[in-house]
């Protein structure tokens, strides 16, 4: 199991790119399964019959494929629309190693193998393709959040961005705060994830048409939890729709005390729009104000600045 990695995959109302992100990602024998984020109240997940899959998914009414290379896939049905819930798992993780990525990358299976490689050789911390970098303005006293071009520019970061990141899976149940699973065991880290309290209510953002059929959950949405920290994270990520990718990489650095790794991202493709505002500088201030905030809830700075960036060997003229 430790050869092979869990894809958790994050979508809202994008069934065209999902369907391909999907197809191709059963065509790697190295995922062991895949896990759709389901946060859509109104509707319910596509059929089986909407993926072009494999033949060895040879059950039309089932997920599950009948061959040990094709990895199964599953829909996790959430009962609250929230940013959080791509970090809040219902269904079991079955490997050690989950890939976060969202629903309009293409991501060739041999690039995902090899980051998860490099992963291996760092399971504390973050491994991903877009490197980002906090900062701080002296004039306003407040922090900043800086794009790619600033990376490019300097060769530093302090953030792999969740949106196509390999990650440990007790980061996740310590990002929800959940009762840690029986034999999941948490010794690399510093901390250990708490019990979880009361319910989260649903988002007040969330639009949620009346008299529509609801799709059974696959389980419940994690309770929010007790710890004051991560509850007031969920809070703030669910009130600004927003940095959701930033608190998981607060909340990895301070536990881990370890940089991020960036991996060059040869292969990876956008299929979708980015989905980003034409206001450009008004994102990049509301992310900074999320550092500023997150700063304040966990008490501290544990974002890890790092210079290195990892790639094959083999793509240099040198070693050929």
């Known amino acids: 199991m430790a050869s092979k990695y869990t894809v958790r995959i994050n979508t809202f109302r994008r069934n065209d790119l999902l369907k391909k992100v999907v197809e191709q990602y ?15 109240l109104a509707a319910a997940p596509p059929p089986m019959s909407f993926f072009d899959l494999p033949n060895s998914y040879d059950q039309p009414s089932s997920y599950k494929s009948a061959s040990a290379s094709t990895p199964m896939i599953e829909f996790e049905i959430h ?9 809040r798992p219902i269904l079991d993780i079955a490997t050690k190693a989950v890939f976060s ?16 490689q490099v992963w291996r050789a760092a399971p504390h911390t973050m491994v991903g393709f877009m490197p980002r970098m906090h900062g701080y303005d002296t004039l306003s006293r407040r922090f900043t959040y800086h794009d790619w071009w600033y990376v490019w520019r300097h060769g530093l970061y302090s953030m792999v961005l969740t949106k196509a990141c390999f990650l440990h899976r007790d980061f996740l149940y310590a990002y929800a705060a ?7 065991t948490t ?15 649903p988002s007040s953002h969330g639009h949620r048409p009346r008299r529509r059929p609801r799709p059974a959950p696959s389980g419940t949405t994690p ?13 703030y990520v669910d009130a600004h729709m927003n940095c959701e990718d930033i ?23 956008e299929i979708g729009s980015t989905g980003l505002s034409s206001d450009q500088q008004r994102h990049y201030r509301e992310r900074g104000m999320c550092i500023h905030e997150f700063v304040s809830l966990f008490g501290n700075l544990p974002l890890v600045p790092a210079t290195h960036k990892v790639d094959r060997a083999s793509n240099f003229w040198f070693w050929r």
Request: aromatic share 6%; charged share 20%.
């Open 178 to 184: 959940v009762t840690k699973r029986p034999g999941l």
């Open 223 to 235: 309770l929010a939890p007790e710890n004051h920290t991560m509850r007031a994270v969920h809070d």
């Open 79 to 87: 009962t609250v629309d929230s940013l959080n819930n791509r970090f």
């Open 247 to 269: 608190a998981m990489s607060f909340l990895v650095a301070n536990m881990s005390h370890e940089p991020a790794v960036w991996v060059r991202g040869t292969g990876v493709r």
């Open 187 to 201: 010794d690399m880290f510093v901390r250990e994830p708490r019990i979880t309290g009361r319910r989260l209510a």
């Open 26 to 40: 059963a065509t790697c024998p190295k995922i062991h399964s895949i896990q759709v984020i389901w946060s859509d």
């Open 101 to 116: 990525v969202d629903d309009d990358l293409h991501i060739p299976c041999g690039l995902l193998d090899f980051t998860h």
